[in-house]
């Protein structure tokens, strides 16, 4: 079975300007996260997806972030414009339906540098 | 707001030996689960072992076990037999509160040494 796929792996920006990363989730899985994961932190959810709609996003910075999974599967993250703080792994992952007792795989990340 | 705090930064242990890793929590739920992940130096993480707040009984993976302390609030995860392949940042999280995603702690860098 595949497991999360994330690209770019890497991501250097200079602040101000704009940036996506992209996940495709586990084939089936219904739920969908992403997470913001600053050096020496543990991750911290930005939002969950069941499907297509959005199940919680009180955590992201709506100001600037973005993310939308317009067929229920692969979802785009987006941050504009970015700042020295967004610096960071971002994190996604998959559970094969809602529900806190099941288990959520995790992608590599994409770790971006703002400069 | 949940918080789950993880008070060891780094914790060394020698191959084969068995090491605790501690984790406490703060919610004023009665119904969540805590886990704990790994994260090697690839950063993909891994589910370690979950336990249900209702489930008196400690869960148990293999090598892997947790002292379940609800009225205390403390999670902690015991490693036996440790292996040079169990070195990596180890999470400890919370989910509750109607909420499916996971409050994560600080982590505890796990080292083996051989």
């Known amino acids: 079975e595949a497991g999360v796929a994330q690209s770019p792996r890497y991501k250097i920006i200079e602040k101000r300007q704009s940036v996506a990363f992209w996940c495709n989730p586990i084939?089936?899985?219904?739920?969908l996260y992403w997470y913001q994961q600053i050096l020496g932190q543990g991750p911290k959810l930005l939002i969950q997806f069941q499907n297509n709609g959005v199940v919680d996003d009180s955590q992201l910075p709506k100001d600037r972030f973005s993310a939308e999974r317009l067929k229920g599967v692969d979802s785009t993250l987006k941050i504009q414009p970015a700042k020295l703080e967004d610096s960071a792994v971002y994190l996604c992952?998959?559970?094969?339906?809602?529900?806190?007792?099941?288990?959520?795989?995790f992608g590599p990340g994409t770790r971006l540098t703002v400069l | 707001a949940q918080t789950v705090t993880q008070s060891q930064p780094e914790m060394s242990v020698q191959e084969a030996e068995t090491v605790t890793l501690s984790c406490t929590y703060d919610t004023s739920e009665s119904d969540y689960y805590l886990f704990w992940y790994k994260q090697p130096p690839s950063r993909q993480m891994i589910l370690v072992i979950r336990?249900?707040?209702?489930?008196?009984q400690n869960a148990t993976e293999n090598r892997f076990s947790v002292n379940f302390q609800k009225a205390a609030k403390s999670f902690s995860l015991k490693i036996s037999d440790s292996q040079l392949g169990d070195a990596a940042m180890y999470f400890c999280?919370?989910?509750?509160?109607?909420?499916?995603?996971?409050?994560f702690g600080k982590g505890t860098h796990l080292i083996i040494q051989p």
């Open positions: 084939s089936g899985h219904a739920t």
């Open positions: 999280a919370y989910s509750g509160g109607g909420a499916d995603g996971l409050t």
């Open positions: 992952a998959s559970s094969l339906v809602s529900g806190r007792y099941n288990e959520q795989f």
């Open positions: 336990q249900e707040a209702y489930k008196q």
